[in-house]
Protein backbone atom coordinates (compact mmCIF):
# COMPACT_ATOMS: atom_id res chain seq x y z
CA UNK A 1 0.00 0.00 0.00
CA UNK A 2 1.74 3.71 -1.17
CA UNK A 3 1.21 6.08 0.96
CA UNK A 4 -1.12 8.39 -0.14
CA UNK A 5 -3.53 4.98 -0.36
CA UNK A 6 -2.84 5.17 3.50
CA UNK A 7 -3.57 8.79 3.97
CA UNK A 8 -6.47 7.85 2.27
CA UNK A 9 -7.77 5.01 3.93
CA UNK A 10 -6.74 6.55 7.44
CA UNK A 11 -9.53 9.60 5.74
CA UNK A 12 -12.27 6.69 5.29
CA UNK A 13 -11.53 5.09 9.01
CA UNK A 14 -11.61 9.15 9.86
CA UNK A 15 -15.14 9.79 8.26
CA UNK A 16 -16.84 6.45 10.30
CA UNK A 17 -14.68 7.19 13.65
CA UNK A 18 -16.03 8.78 16.65
CA UNK A 19 -13.34 11.48 17.65
CA UNK A 20 -14.07 14.72 17.65
CA UNK A 21 -14.79 16.43 14.66
CA UNK A 22 -12.11 18.94 15.95
CA UNK A 23 -9.44 16.22 16.02
CA UNK A 24 -10.60 14.66 12.90
CA UNK A 25 -10.06 18.24 11.33
CA UNK A 26 -5.98 18.67 12.71
CA UNK A 27 -5.36 15.44 11.83
CA UNK A 28 -6.59 15.42 8.41
CA UNK A 29 -4.96 19.36 8.30
CA UNK A 30 -1.71 17.89 9.16
CA UNK A 31 -2.20 14.29 7.45
CA UNK A 32 0.04 15.63 4.42
CA UNK A 33 3.20 16.03 6.87
CA UNK A 34 2.72 12.36 8.73
CA UNK A 35 5.25 10.01 7.82
CA UNK A 36 4.33 6.20 6.13
CA UNK A 37 4.69 4.73 10.20
CA UNK A 38 2.85 7.63 11.16
CA UNK A 39 0.08 6.83 9.03
CA UNK A 40 0.50 3.19 9.95
CA UNK A 41 -0.39 3.85 13.44
CA UNK A 42 -2.54 6.00 12.84
CA UNK A 43 -4.14 3.77 10.65
CA UNK A 44 -4.06 0.92 12.97
CA UNK A 45 -5.93 2.94 15.61
CA UNK A 46 -8.47 3.42 13.94
CA UNK A 47 -9.46 -0.05 12.50
CA UNK A 48 -8.53 -1.00 16.22
CA UNK A 49 -11.37 1.32 17.08
CA UNK A 50 -13.67 0.31 14.30
CA UNK A 51 -13.45 -3.09 15.22
CA UNK A 52 -13.66 -2.90 18.79
CA UNK A 53 -17.01 -0.33 18.05
CA UNK A 54 -18.57 -3.29 15.61
CA UNK A 55 -17.72 -5.86 19.09
CA UNK A 56 -19.64 -3.63 21.53
CA UNK A 57 -22.52 -3.16 18.80
CA UNK A 58 -22.60 -6.97 18.39
CA UNK A 59 -22.68 -7.28 22.63
CA UNK A 60 -25.20 -4.58 23.20
CA UNK A 61 -27.43 -6.03 20.44
CA UNK A 62 -27.34 -9.66 22.19
CA UNK A 63 -28.20 -7.78 25.64
CA UNK A 64 -30.93 -5.95 24.13
CA UNK A 65 -32.37 -9.32 22.50
CA UNK A 66 -31.78 -10.98 26.27
CA UNK A 67 -33.38 -8.71 27.77
CA UNK A 68 -36.28 -8.48 25.74
CA UNK A 69 -36.22 -12.45 26.32
CA UNK A 70 -36.85 -11.56 30.18
CA UNK A 71 -39.07 -9.15 29.66
CA UNK A 72 -41.49 -11.54 27.96
CA UNK A 73 -40.93 -14.30 30.86
CA UNK A 74 -41.64 -11.91 33.73
CA UNK A 75 -44.60 -11.18 31.57
CA UNK A 76 -45.74 -14.76 31.91
CA UNK A 77 -44.48 -14.95 34.65
CA UNK A 78 -46.60 -12.21 36.52
CA UNK A 79 -49.61 -13.07 34.25
CA UNK A 80 -49.56 -16.37 35.61
CA UNK A 81 -49.55 -14.86 39.27
CA UNK A 82 -52.25 -12.46 38.47
CA UNK A 83 -54.70 -15.24 37.43
CA UNK A 84 -53.40 -17.22 40.55
CA UNK A 85 -54.63 -14.46 42.67
CA UNK A 86 -57.87 -13.96 40.63
CA UNK A 87 -59.00 -17.63 40.95
CA UNK A 88 -57.86 -17.95 44.72
CA UNK A 89 -59.51 -14.29 45.32
CA UNK A 90 -63.09 -15.99 43.36
CA UNK A 91 -62.69 -18.99 45.17
CA UNK A 92 -62.82 -17.05 48.40
CA UNK A 93 -65.72 -14.68 47.47
CA UNK A 94 -67.62 -18.03 46.31
CA UNK A 95 -66.81 -20.26 49.80
CA UNK A 96 -67.78 -16.75 51.27
CA UNK A 97 -71.34 -16.21 49.50
CA UNK A 98 -72.17 -19.96 50.20
CA UNK A 99 -70.71 -20.22 53.72
CA UNK A 100 -73.50 -16.73 54.16
CA UNK A 101 -76.40 -18.77 52.04
CA UNK A 102 -75.91 -21.81 54.76
CA UNK A 103 -76.06 -19.23 57.35
CA UNK A 104 -79.54 -18.01 56.62
CA UNK A 105 -81.13 -20.61 55.49
CA UNK A 106 -80.79 -21.82 59.51
Known sequence: MTIEEKAKKCGELLAISLLDEEIKKIILEGIGNFTEGDLDRLMFSLEQEDEHLGLTAS??????????????????????????????????????????????IK
Do not use: H
Open 59 to 104: QLTNFDKEQDKGWDQLVVAQKKKADEIVSDFSRQIEKNVQDKIREE
